[in-house]
């Protein structure tokens, strides 16, 4: 039996349709994944014991391995962990081929995973070891990138690298020897970048107790119009509300300049738009 | 006329398929942070099958973007829900130390309309020039440099962060404030030795702090206002202050990279992008 063949246009038109529900359809479904996971996180962490951390030890090879062994494991590492982590890292302080191999992996994770160049810094400054402070001297010098694109009018190079030297210059105020801390105070000066320059004084005060001393100490370094940094508020991990307010307070009595004007009012709120109330709890964790 | 009916739904089909998205971010990787929260919940898939819909997102705006592969943490989809899972449960909630609560940070970054915003989908773009973009009415948009591997704030802290940030322009929108014509902020004067700068901000795109302390908003509060300076938020404000509970109170298993991110973006945006800054800082002093 032959059918009659429908017409090109009518064809054509089914076609659209077709589309178009296969695009609401595809709009509707739900995202999908190879291999999910079905346990709920707190079993799969109570599955998973904190593991012990790896010894940052060895020579040669074997200290480049430890190196990269004791970063996967302090990375993911938590907040019950931090003081293991801290000995762990202290007794490594006299290994130079720990160090280098440190620096090794800082300088490769620059340009490739900013979070483990961070990581790697964090723990290099930890480590208050004289074989670190030549690369930290050095990593705090480099030249910011010429001036480059600009996101939401900030240069994303200029940044990356200013937040690295940040972790870099809270190690040297953290060793606090003369001449880690004379590096410290060209950072106050001399650092092209406020977030460095604002890293350092933060760090340099803290390792002193915030004294009156420290302050006056960095009063004959820091920039003019940057003053307002010596009396800035830290929330320290633990503060509770009466004694982070009252830091806040002095802050904003001893600067009353830093009040900022009323808020302005626009040309017109937002209508409703869509409903759109989901309100459905997210799943136990 | 049925030429012409055709004709229109041609056209239209066409537009529908243009607006199909193409991975254009990069997608070779995902930074240590990614992998390290990742591996706390293994692509627990229950979450995300919640969260795109918490988060009033659709297949067509997220193709080839992991959203038929949301377990690859090498790609986007994957990393915003990476993010979003930070937010519902990566904090403590202490009333007495944290600047506000899971409660707001949700309220903020999810995309039912609340006290805190009207309703918005989240989206994403292949424009650089963006870390995320709110573009009312309706859409919170996030971009390349919070997902290519190596770029700075490609970390769940940071990409968390930017949704607060992009959420609080919508806040702006529902209350009718003005924060200025620089993107939502305030332009920075050019100077002669070629820097840009207002008051103590260094960046092009300025906010006030409006200073606050802790236990100060009860938590579920943080969208109110007054309409003076008393009680308000601006977007970096609310960014930092997230960051901040991030770096400071975490729940036990939020991973050290996570918060190493958190704390160095907390900082470096109090520093640099406030006008009447430096706003407060937050995170330990040491090093580790």
């Known amino acids: ?285 | 006329m049925k030429t012409g009916v055709i004709l229109t739904g041609e056209i239209l089909a066409l537009a529908m398929l243009g607006t199909l998205t193409y991975g254009l971010c990069l997608q070779t990787g995902a930074s240590q942070a990614d992998r390290d929260l990742w591996n706390t919940h293994g692509c627990w898939q229950e979450y995300f099958l919640w969260q795109y819909q918490a988060y009033d997102m659709n297949g067509n705006d997220w193709s080839n973007r992991g959203w038929n592969d949301a377990c690859n943490v090498n790609l986007e989809y994957p990393k915003h829900w990476n993010a979003a899972y930070l937010v519902t449960y990566g904090l403590v909630d202490n009333n007495d130390q944290s600047f506000h609560g899971t409660i707001d940070y949700r309220a903020a970054a999810e995309a039912a309309s609340s006290n805190f915003h009207n309703h918005f989908i989240h989206q994403i773009s292949d424009d650089n020039n963006f870390f995320g973009q709110f573009i009312p009415p309706d859409k919170l948009i996030t971009d390349c440099p919070l997902y290519d591997p190596a770029a700075t704030n490609s970390n769940p802290a940071s990409r968390a962060g930017d949704f607060m940030h992009e959420s609080w322009h919508a806040w702006m929108l529902k209350y009718n404030w003005n924060n200025g014509s620089a993107g939502g902020h305030r332009p920075c004067n050019n100077n002669p030795d070629g820097s840009c700068t207002l008051g103590a901000c260094s960046f092009n795109g300025c906010d006030y702090f409006y200073f606050h302390g802790v236990s100060k908003y009860v938590f579920g509060a943080m969208w109110e206002n007054d309409g003076t300076a008393n009680r308000f938020h601006s977007p970096n404000q609310v960014q930092v202050e997230f960051l901040c509970d991030v770096a400071d109170q975490p729940q036990s298993w939020v991973p050290n990279t996570v918060r190493l991110r958190a704390t160095a973006d907390a900082n470096a945006r109090s520093a640099a992008r406030f006008i009447n800054g430096p706003g407060y800082s937050c995170g330990s002093f040491r090093p580790w």
């Open chain 1, 1 to 285: 039996m032959v059918k009659r063949i429908a017409s090109p246009k009518v064809f054509g038109l089914a076609a659209i349709l077709v589309m178009l529900l296969c695009w609401q359809c595809a709009s509707r479904q739900g995202p999908k994944a190879l291999g999910p996971s079905g346990v709920r996180p707190s079993e799969l962490l109570a599955q998973k014991p904190p593991q012990p951390a790896p010894k940052l030890a060895g020579s040669g090879d074997a200290a480049r391995r430890a190196v990269i062994e004791f970063l996967a494991w302090a990375g993911a590492s938590t907040p019950p962990q931090r003081e293991e982590a801290r000995r762990e890292i202290a007794a490594a302080a006299g290994n130079r081929d720990v160090v280098q191999a440190l620096c090794d992996e800082i300088t490769a994770a620059r340009t490739t995973d900013h979070s483990r160049a961070l990581l790697g810094l964090s723990v290099l400054g930890e480590m208050r070891s004289p074989h670190a402070l030549a690369y930290l001297k050095d990593f705090i010098h480099i030249p910011m990138p010429p001036p480059g694109r600009l996101i939401e009018g900030e240069d994303p190079q200029q940044t990356a690298l200013a937040t690295l030297q940040g972790k870099a210059v809270s190690g040297l105020a953290y060793m606090n020897t003369a001449e880690s801390n004379t590096e410290v105070f060209w950072a106050v000066a001399k650092h092209e970048s406020r977030i460095v320059r604002a890293e350092a004084i933060r760090t340099y005060l803290a390792n002193h107790q915030n004294s009156s001393e420290a302050k006056a100490t960095l009063r004959k370094y820091v920039r003019k119009g940057e003053e307002v940094f010596l009396d800035r508020p830290n929330r320290d991990s633990g503060d509770r509300a009466e004694i982070f307010n009252r830091k806040l307070d002095e802050y904003l009595r001893a600067h009353p300049e830093l009040a900022p004007p009323a808020p302005e009012r626009g040309s017109g709120a937002s209508e409703p738009g869509k409903a759109y109330d989901f309100n459905r709890a997210p799943p136990r964790f």
